[in-house]
């Protein structure tokens, strides 16, 4: 559809932004997708919240539906099943190109995708809208080794005020943390956890400030969190989680409310224990190919 900026050339990183990516276990890149592209993509994110969907299947673990609570997160998995312009974007080379380097695989597939509207709810309502801190590989059992990656394409922007995400860096080579918060909407995000924190190391909590089209990449074991927005517009994210080429499914996991996106796809694959992550149901989205 051409709708994005895509030329997969331009988005060799240097050697410094890899190092800062092994040693933080996140990475910022700069505006991938251009004004006219994250309009687009946020009145599909729209139709998809209200269930019109272009190719008459539906997402899964839609967690809002219309008439439900306009101050509630806006929550949905897999809108690429659902909606052309939403798959092109979670399908970019772009965010492909980036996640193969940071990585280092040969070749990244889709996940799934996730669609996130926090609600303006303005200064003074109570806490809601939260995402509390955790780490994806605690709800991703079922992938081997635990190297899966985040690309999280802001629309709106994303700052203190409007509830960005933050995360710890270099959490991702700590032990894996018994915190699992990520459905606690009312988490004060200001305050952390009892992390287990190795010797010699010590929390700090990085801001990932973003523009619109801009996007952030997290390894799957950073902890991350974002608290409410406070503003009065809403903070719209699109969500692609994406899996190196080498990584396989782990069965009896007992995973998870998460995974029920990626457990539906994998069923219909058919995959078995120590089976490659592969099929259709997970797209590759890198090297590029012309579909
Ligand atoms: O966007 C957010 O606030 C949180 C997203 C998140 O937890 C994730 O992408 O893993």
């Not at 092994?22 to 309009?39: A, H, M, P, Q, R």
């Not at 980036?98 to 669609?115: E, H, N, P, V």
């Not at 700590?174 to 956890?193: A, G, V």
């Not at 010699?200 to 909590?205: A, D, H, K, L």
Request: glycine share 8%; proline share 6%; charged share 20%.
């Amino acid at each position: 559809m051409g709708v994005y900026f895509n030329n997969i050339d331009q988005h060799s990183l240097q050697k410094e932004q890899i190092r800062f990516w092994d040693d933080n276990g996140y990475f910022v890149s700069d505006v991938l997708f251009n004004e006219k592209t994250i309009k687009l993509a946020g009145r599909h994110m729209a139709r998809v919240f209200n269930q019109e969907y272009e190719t008459n299947v539906p997402p899964n673990k839609i967690d809002w539906r219309p008439g439900d609570s306009e101050t509630k997160m806006k929550k949905l998995d897999n809108a690429w099943w659902s909606n052309y312009v939403i798959r092109n974007l979670v399908l970019s080379p772009a965010i492909g190109a980036i996640a193969a380097q940071l990585s280092r695989s040969k070749t990244i597939r889709l996940f799934q995708d996730q669609l996130l509207h926090k609600p303006g709810i303005g200064p003074i309502s109570p806490r809601s809208g939260s995402v509390g801190w955790h780490q994806d590989w605690n709800y991703w059992k079922c992938t081997k080794p635990d190297h899966a990656l985040t690309a999280r394409i802001s629309l709106d922007g994303e700052n203190q005020e409007n509830g960005c995400m933050r995360v710890v860096p270099g959490s991702h080579i700590w032990p894996l943390q018994s915190t699992k918060m990520f459905f606690h909407s009312d988490t004060d995000i200001e305050k952390l956890p009892e992390f287990q924190v190795p010797d010699g190391e010590r929390i700090n909590v990085a801001l990932l400030e973003l523009q619109p089209g801009q996007v952030s990449f997290h390894h799957s074991r950073t902890i991350h969190g974002s608290g409410e927005n406070r503003t009065n517009f809403a903070r719209r994210t699109i969500i692609a989680h994406l899996l190196p080429g080498q990584t396989y499914y782990q069965s009896g996991t007992g995973d998870h409310p998460w995974a029920t996106a990626v457990l539906a796809n994998q069923k219909e694959t058919g995959l078995q224990d120590g089976d490659k992550w592969e099929g259709n149901r997970f797209p590759i989205i890198y090297p590029y190919q012309d579909k």
